[in-house]
């Protein structure tokens, strides 16, 4: 046992032998046994089961027989002009976080689906459905719709997307690179590609490997598709169109890191993704790319699938190493960073899905050859996804710096229905939002922040004028409110605060208190998320001129 660990039920577990992950998989199948008494059950403190079965809200919302997910998220809120959840209460007669009382139907809000690109959306059990509808959809008296992601490379070749736009397969560098190469060899391309994280914190990927290189064995290398960012559904179409290339670029990845253990964390809001994973798992068993000994090289690989239970801070990389655990999923202080201790205290490397489904393409045409795309400071492609209010949305691959009007304008073809751009809302909900003036802007970190938004996963969400600022600035702050994971007060409180008074006006009063609210979540949260929610609001309140948040 590490000193470093600071979880105390995960202390008594290791002391005294017990499995947190028993109680955590019994949740995940929806075992009727109170929380508190599968921990007991399995030798741990009852908190060991009722922390996590009411942080998580896949088992904190109510199930009925029929139960049924409604995406509450942005693009799903642009969608339909914010009434998407209001619509299906009515129609399915229940609602959110409720059962019917003949325990027939519940109903729960979720953030999101990874429909942006169709919505509003919804899962009727792990069953889609999506479009305006939607209420019909789920009523019957529709067929459900399952619109397909359009995906199109606007760069020089397809990268992320060379799976699925070219005939470029996957499987084609990994037998060869486990047989006569050495793991520094796909470090160094790696690096020389330059290649950045995807996910939305941008960390060179070399050196995150480099780091938990230095650090002893058993290492583990986490595939991270828990996509929590509303807007952004990339992961979704990679691991459910592709999942060899994400596979891939895993293996590569431990290769590097020679990591024996691999795991693909897969948000709960993506069963098909998950059901697609793990059958691609199976196979790359079966052809010899994980199990012992792959493909005669000595060395072992063993994957598997972890699920997500419904928590945006999840996908941050500690906390969903502490989902993994069994754990409530909040965020661990810093340092120490997971390359030292991570999963279970081993040395872990979580990098995003589409960081790793870059790997096979930079491991077969070499670092320089990605180097070249993007601009000079931030290099390489990114995935963009365009929402549903745009004319032609779907899943855009472009060099870093591509003007976001190029992507609005020209690709994404301007709003559908000739509406009204308002703003476009860029890098998921703690992103940042642009208005319309600004779109000439540079797709890259650099050039996003300096507006006060972030390239973060690269979802564009558009809104038009059925919104009005108000309502995107609350919608803003009921995320925050709700996604916190409550492990520090200047964000589980001032969160909670910024919701209640971006209800009330703007008197001088008021508006003190929003600026206190706003500096204290910027300078005392322990994670990006509370730290970026002041520069949100900001640019929600800028690009719509509201007065009273600076
Ligand atoms: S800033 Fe918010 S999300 Fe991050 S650790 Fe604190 S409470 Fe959790």
């Known amino acids: 046992m590490s000193d470093l660990r600071v979880d105390a039920l995960r202390r008594y577990a290791d002391r005294f032998g017990h499995d947190l992950g028993a109680v955590r998989a019994r949740l995940l199948a929806g075992d009727k046994t109170p929380a508190g008494q599968i921990a007991t059950d399995n030798g741990l403190p009852a908190a060991a089961g009722s922390g996590p079965a009411t942080f998580y809200a896949d088992f904190t919302a109510p199930h009925g027989r029929r139960h049924i997910r409604v995406c509450g998220a942005a ?4 969608a339909s002009g914010g009434t998407q959840v209001a619509d299906v209460e009515a129609a399915l007669h229940v609602s959110v976080d409720k059962c019917r009382d003949d325990g027939e139907v519940s109903l729960q809000e979720v953030r999101c689906l990874g429909y942006c690109y169709a ?74 590609a330059r290649l950045r994280g995807r996910g939305g914190a941008g960390f060179p990927a070399a050196r995150k490997w480099t780091a938990a290189r230095t650090y002893p064995q058993p290492r583990v290398v986490v595939a991270n598709g828990d996509e929590g960012d509303p807007g952004s559904y990339v992961d979704r179409l990679l691991m459910e169109r592709d999942p060899d290339r994400v596979l891939e670029g895993l293996a590569l990845a431990s290769f590097a890191v020679e990591a024996e253990q691999a ?23 079966d052809d010899g790319h994980f199990g012992p000994n792959v493909h005669g ?15 945006y801070v999840s996908g941050e990389e500690t906390a969903l190493l502490n989902a993994i655990e069994g754990l409530r999923g909040v965020v661990r202080p810093r340092p120490p960073y997971p390359v030292e201790h991570g999963l279970d ?20 045409h070499g670092g320089a050859a990605y180097a070249r795309f993007g601009t000079a400071d931030e290099n390489g492609t990114v995935v963009a996804c365009l929402s549903e209010r745009f004319a032609r949305p779907g899943a855009y691959e472009v060099e ?19 509406a009204i751009l308002r703003s476009v809302q860029v890098g998921g909900p703690l992103g940042g939002f642009l208005s319309p ?47 916190s994971c409550g492990e520090c007060s200047p964000c589980r409180v001032g969160t909670s605060r910024g919701l209640r008074l971006a209800e009330l006006d703007a008197t ?31 640019s929600v309140a800028e690009v719509y001129g509201l007065e009273g948040w600076t």
């Open 75 to 78: 693009a799903c809120t642009a």
């Open 345 to 364: 205290g081993r040395p872990t490397v979580v990098n995003n899905v589409e960081t790793l489904a870059t790997v096979p393409w930079i491991v077969r």
């Open 400 to 418: 870093i710096g591509t003007p976001v009007r190029h992507l609005v304008e020209d690709l994404g073809g301007g709003l559908r229905d000739r």
């Open 263 to 285: 795991i693909v964390f897969i948000r709960g809001e993506y069963p098909r993704a998950r059901e697609r994973v793990e059958a691609a798992i199976r196979k790359a068993y």
């Open 437 to 483: 003036g600004d779109l000439d802007l540079p797709l890259s970190e650099a050039a996003l922040s300096s507006r006060g938004a972030a390239l973060g996963h690269a979802g564009i969400v558009a809104f038009d004028d059925r919104l009005t600022g108000a309502d995107v600035l609350r919608h803003i702050w009921r995320f925050a409110a709700t996604e």
């Open 119 to 192: 919505g509003p959306a919804a899962l009727d059990g792990d069953k889609p459905c999506a479009g305006q509808d939607i209420a019909a959809q789920l009523t019957g008296t529709r067929q459900p719709q399952d619109p397909p992601i359009t995906v199109q490379a606007d760069c020089p070749e397809p990268v992320v997307t060379a799976g699925l736009l070219s005939t470029e397969s996957s499987w084609a560098v990994w037998p060869e690179v486990i047989s006569r190469s050495e793991p520094t060899d796909v470090l160094a391309e790696v690096a020389a």
């Open 297 to 311: 090289s000595g060395r072992t690989l063993d994957v598997r699938v972890e699920s997500g239970a419904g928590s």
């Open 508 to 538: 001088t009063d008021v508006v003190r208190a929003r600026t206190d609210v706003l500096r204290t979540l910027a300078a005392g949260s322990l994670c990006a998320f509370g730290r970026r929610v002041p520069a949100a609001i900001r």
